[in-house]
Antibody, heavy 118, light 107 residues
Framework: QEQLEESGPGLVRTSETLSLTCTVS????????WSWIRQAPGKGLEWIGY???????SYNPSLKGRVTIFLGTSMNQFSLKLSSVTAADTAVYYC????????????WGQGTLVTVSS | DIQMTQSPSSLSASVGDRVTITCRAS??????LNWYQQKLGKAPNLLIH???SLQSGVPSRFSGSGSGTDFTLTITSLQPEDFATYYC?????????FGGGTEVEIK
């Protein structure tokens, strides 16, 4: 089965851009929805968005146009950018593969904590 | 957005107990409902998809039911490794949304 791993800075300054990459190993991701989900400390899960069909995207409107999901530099990577971050964006960020059709998310990466601070 | 409401938000149970967690959608989502288990400090793990389909490798003591707006996750005989937080998630419409979680604690 596919394994996912997030990477990127653990600290981002207020108003700057958060950038994370998800590296997938152990299988093909071409038929999946490449997803990002986050969890603020002590809170529930929030879907950020996904890319599918190698170019189409869907984002959570709650993020007000600050998010971009795109293919990484290699075929088994996809990335997240979240601009103009504030302390409210401090969270554990997970990448996950969404099934086509009924989008259940499986598997997930282990998650990476990103803290936004001035 | 479709709001997902779980109840209870937490419960205490003993090993061997039957546990039921409810998830209610703010509008009908057919059977586009998935359940996850999250242990402390770990990523969520898919248990049930499409309301009642057990994910491969998940013990048969977990089961899901429901359609429309009301769904249930049942653990028939709670095991020590089942103490965790459980989330439902709808995949009927965008944006995808999760319930607030149900924490299952040891009594």
């Amino acid at each position: 089965q596919e394994q996912l791993e997030e990477s990127g800075p653990g600290l981002v300054r207020t108003s700057e851009t958060l950038s994370l990459t998800c590296t997938v190993s152990g299988g093909s991701i071409s038929s999946y929805y490449w997803s990002w989900i986050r969890q603020a400390p002590g809170k529930g899960l929030e879907w950020i968005g996904y890319m599918y069909h190698r170019g189409s995207t869907s984002y959570n409107p709650s993020l007000k146009g600050r998010v971009t999901i795109f293919l990484g530099t290699s075929m088994n990577q996809f990335s997240l950018k979240l601009s103009s971050v504030t302390a409210a964006d401090t969270a554990v960020y997970y990448c996950a593969l969404g099934s086509s059709g009924n989008n259940w998310f499986d598997p997930w990466g282990q998650g990476t904590l990103v803290t936004v601070s001035s | 957005d479709i709001q997902m409401t779980q109840s209870p938000s937490s419960l205490s149970a003993s090993v061997g107990d039957r546990v039921t967690i409810t998830c209610r959608a703010s509008e009908s989502i057919s059977t586009y409902l998935n359940w996850y288990q999250q242990k402390l400090g770990k990523a969520p793990n898919l248990l049930i998809h499409t309301a009642s389909s057990l994910q491969s490798g998940v013990p048969s003591r977990f089961s899901g039911s429901g359609s429309g707006t009301d769904f249930t996750l049942t653990i028939t005989s709670l095991q020590p490794e089942d103490f965790a937080t459980y989330y439902c998630q709808q995949s009927y419409s965008l944006p995808r949304t999760f319930g607030g979680g149900t924490e299952v604690e040891i009594k």
